[in-house]
């Protein structure tokens, strides 16, 4: 992938650049987490004109490569004041590879309150203005361009969240049906990109070719080998039989599933909103399971959920969405849960932040758990942008902070994902040191034995989380760094070893610690809250026990 | 004095100590920000039942020397997340002096949600019930104490903000009249006494004495002489004139009083909210200038303001008051912006925050600059807890954050007050570095040559600032430092040189930067929004061009 899209705001222009030869190496999350760390200043304002939004397909990103097509999206939080990568499936990544787009930037803010799309093809890319698009839900938002571009595009794009730069406001990404089901949802983005005045980016890839390897040969038969690694995981087999929601019941039996703002760790109606309840349904009313989130994928844990008359409802409802926003509300309902999760989808909300902020509201007394109406409308009022849905959508610190309550469900200010760390230490750990903030992905560890142990494994978790980011490959796919090295170099000739590929994931962290350093954010932020360490977690008793001086150490690497 | 009193709120006790060895040579912040330092888990959450609520008079307090009667309060702050002291006026520094009482230091948090009273008295202190005063303003609640405890007790309170948690939240302390006119206003502190459940210290020190000097003759004789100092400063006769506020179009005058919400340094209705316009009001109505918040001032900036009707409204109506609640919202009316600073009182919040935070909240389009009856009804609603009233009383960078607004003047999350850093340079040099974030004491520098010597200054007066608030001493008084260390010499009997003091002010500074290090404030925070950078501020087009590696010499010193 050879070019860098520089689109800026202030003049709407695009300027399409050669990728400079110190960013070819880089793809996916060392390449945003890279123009972050070199050319975003650290203390600026994230809304405000300095901030960079980028896109980055991974390395691999439109080579045929299995599970290769995540998107990285970077820019400075909102959320977390610091560095942010989010990575999203559907079909946007593979068609930016095939475009071969290394990057697109954007950069600045217009003057002007209207919104616009940035049309990129094979011919460069154009900024467009689109008012009619502006204060549109992600779906209609879609069907609107697809209308005019035509359906096999893909769309990244924002919703009213997004447009009203509430921090917990995602990116969508439409999959390989069009429909705007998956999220780069983490870290308020979709407020970056609301805050430049870009309301989509529309990609047509008509008339490329999937990109071809240097080494044909070795590059397809690592790939098949890679495919029948994946094929073999016994995770794989669960994930298309349920998808990921699959795993809530496990997690409840466990007691590490959130639960009524974190008060415990199981939920009594845990077979209602997991795998039994979603399979149960869908045997009634026509959706199905096994579907791939992005082209290329070998694992298929997307699922297609139908509402009661047995029409589309929403597709990828994901473990995270039914365990924060049914457990940890109190909800045993499926059909409410989906449609809170639909509501955040079609809003551009990231289900976590907001099932954490419902989560925390609860003490403040505005709610009582299970009263799924009351938080639907709840949910609605963050599209409304009434004030309390506002607070609400600037995720759970700020819903904390309005309301003065004090047990805060955070890390760097990003809500705490659907692993109770006092029962998944290894993990708490991890949300302790991800320089995301506490995020559900490249962090979970279930088993370990000590805590050097646990230190050690989060550590190399985080590398290779890094790693799989820039390569675009989903986590699911669970690649390790020997396959990554002959993926990449068979494909561009490169003679990477395992080493260089961990080298390149430790790169990632280094620049990622250092922007939070100079952002602000001090090796203090890399703490979990008090109350994990002092409420035991029914119905285990748990507690995250672990001393600053052991966390200190994930990040004390050569 | 002697005593360190621990309340323990988890089971209602308290203890009186001998003050420790340690802290003998430690009095206002040095002793809260010490105590802070040492006692308080710098990443504990600021409403959470680990943090610590320090009260602590002067080590002049109660000596009978001139402006030495202010109170310390310190505590971790839910605004900037950092250290936190603020010192106010009124009876009560004097009153702990005499009590012989150190430091009054409240931890833990009951169980109950019911609100206490701590009385203070030769007899030690007692914790009593106090359910009938939640809810009640300021003025309320100390005419009902008084009721019961006699009118010559002071009070230390909290408005319905402290009891919501609100950052903005102010503790008030009663003046010679007995009425909570002066506040502890910056960063939180009470929302933190709040959190403590805590709604009134009542502090009774009948049959105590002034503090008796070691060396008397000495002392006497250092007090005659400052006080004929401060009676000399040029600032006191004006100060004596129209209270602080006089100096409000001056400062329009050279275009550094913070306009409608920071976008201009002049104020076409100065004189209307400045000295010209509460003297002509007070001719007419019997208010009065020339009053003394607390006993032993020499200066005597109070002023008591009357309504339409020639009744008291307000006392101390001061300066910053008039600035952010007047010309940062565009109000020109005096009676609007008194009756907005008189809510504020009762509800015990910070004029500045709340101005910075309507000034802010205009962004969102909610009201248009000057129009008192509405932004009159956005304070009121802060009374009334909605969603509105707590996003504002959280203060300007939530509200920012709730809106999705950029151009936000803070500094380590606490609003900007009442002297633009574009126009005063040096002024903003100290926003940035001061640990307790911009503040309007211990920063301000009209007049500086060039960019090395108001590092120097800046760090100086910040020094020296320390030493003032460490005394208990008004920094209006403008103590030096031989005159600082000629008091508590003769005083104490201690052999201080200026050095000695200043080596206190430094040892103050150095506990407080590294408590925010800690608590996970790195040095990137000690920077000026963005907006100050680049926004020329009219009418002389100043901007804030110090670069950080001038502005990160001013908290390098040894």
Redesign the interface.
């Given at each position: 992938m050879n070019k860098l899209i520089r689109i800026d705001m202030r003049d709407l222009t695009a300027v399409v650049e050669d990728t400079p030869a110190d960013l070819i190496g880089l793809g996916g999350r060392a390449l945003t987490s890279h123009i972050i760390f070199t050319e975003v200043?650290?203390?600026?304002?994230?809304?405000?004109k300095?901030n960079k939004l980028i896109f980055a397909p991974g390395l691999l990103a439109g080579t045929g490569a299995p599970n290769a097509g995540r998107l990285s999206i970077g820019a400075k939080s909102?959320l977390t004041e610091g560095t942010k990568e989010a990575n999203v499936g559907g079909t946007a990544g593979q068609k930016l590879g095939r475009l071969d787009i290394k990057a697109i930037i954007i950069e600045g803010k217009p003057d002007s309150d209207g919104f616009y799309i940035i049309k990129v093809d094979p011919s460069g890319a154009a900024i467009i203005p689109a008012p009619e698009l502006s204060g549109l839900g992600n779906y209609e938002t879609t069907a609107n361009l697809q209308n005019t571009y035509g359906e096999k595009v893909s769309i990244l794009c924002i919703g009213p969240a997004g447009e009203?730069?509430?921090?917990a406001a995602s990116i969508a990404s439409t999959d390989p049906e069009g429909r705007p089901s998956r999220h780069a949802a983490r870290g308020g983005l979709g407020?970056v990109m609301?805050?430049r005045k870009v309301k989509a980016i529309v990609i047509d890839d008509a008339g490329t070719k999937v990109r071809k390897a240097n080494n044909k040969a070795v590059f397809q038969e690592v790939c098949r080998e890679f495919t029948r690694e994946i094929q073999a995981l016994k995770s794989t087999g669960l994930f298309r039989q349920f998808g990921t929601v699959g795993g809530l019941s496990y997690l409840s039996k466990i007691g590490a599933l959130p639960t009524r703002n974190f008060t415990t760790g199981s939920f009594e109606g845990n077979a209602q909103i997991g795998g039994k309840g979603v399979a149960e349904l869908n045997a009634g009313r026509g959706g199905s399971f096994g579907h791939v989130c992005m082209p290329g994928c070998v694992v298929r844990c997307s699922n297609i959920m139908h509402d009661r008359d047995g029409k589309f409802l929403t597709a990828g409802f994901e473990y995270e969405s039914s365990a924060m926003l049914g457990a940890n509300l109190g909800i045993d309902d499926l059909d409410t849960v989906m449609g809170m999760e639909k509501m955040c989808d079609d809003l551009g909300l990231d289900t976590m932040e907001i099932g954490v902020a419902l989560g925390v509201a609860h003490d403040a007394g505005i709610y009582d758990f299970g009263d799924g109406e009351r938080i639907t409308d709840m949910i609605r009022e963050i599209g409304q942008g009434?004030?309390?849905g506002?607070?609400l959508g600037?995720g759970a610190k700020?819903t904390a902070?309005?309301?003065?309550?004090?047990?805060?469900p955070v890390v760097k200010g990003q809500g705490v994902p659907a692993h109770d760390p006092r029962k998944e230490i290894g993990t708490g750990i991890g949300y302790a040191t991800n320089p995301q903030g506490a995020d559900h992905t490249g962090v979970i560890i279930f088993h370990a034995e000590n805590t050097a142990e646990m230190v050690d494994i989060s550590r190399q978790k985080q590398i290779t989380t890094c790693a799989y980011d820039s390569m675009g490959l989903c986590q699911m796919a669970e690649a390790n760094l020997e396959v990554m090295a002959k993926l990449v170099s068979s494909f561009y000739d490169w003679s990477w070893s395992p080493e260089d590929v961990a080298d390149m994931g430790k790169s990632v962290l280094r620049k990622e610690v250092a922007f939070n350093?100079?952002?602000?954010?001090?090796?203090?932020?890399d703490?979990l809250?008090?109350f994990f360490k002092e409420e035991p977690l029914s119905p285990h008793e748990g507690k995250f026990d672990i001393p600053p001086s052991q966390i200190e150490k994930v990040m004390d690497f050569k």
């Open positions: 200043p650290p203390t600026c304002h994230p809304l405000g300095a909102p009203m730069g509430l921090a407020a609301g805050s009434t004030v309390l506002r607070v600037q700020i902070r309005v309301f003065g309550i004090s047990r805060v350093r100079s952002a602000g954010l001090g090796p203090a932020t703490r809250p008090d």
